[in-house]
């Protein structure tokens, strides 16, 4: 996963040790766009109780995804302005 240096996620996700990744239909546009910033969320309002996420695992996963990876990180690479995270 590529993050922006300033990304709230980024922080949590160097806290915690762990992400998940959500592969998402396309019918799920919305959700997309609201993690990728275009909606003007940030932070926990991005999670919304409605969207169902599940704490099964390591960190938050949509129920209804087409897949998900629950991941613990295992390296951290500077790359110009973004953190590539890899889990």
């Not at 109780?49 to 690479?77: E, I, Q």
Request: hydrophobic residues 45%; aromatic residues 6%.
């Amino acid at each position: 996963v590529c993050l922006n240096n300033a990304s709230s996620t980024l922080a949590r996700i160097r806290a915690n040790g762990v992400l998940s990744v959500n592969v998402l239909s396309d019918a799920q546009r919305e959700v997309a766009e609201i993690f990728a910033g275009g909606r003007g969320l940030e932070g926990e309002a991005r999670f919304r109780p409605k969207d169902g996420w599940s704490m099964a695992g390591l960190a938050p996963v949509l129920p209804d995804a087409l897949s998900s990876f629950d991941c613990r990180v295992t390296d951290l690479s500077a790359v110009g302005s973004h953190v590539v995270v890899f889990g």
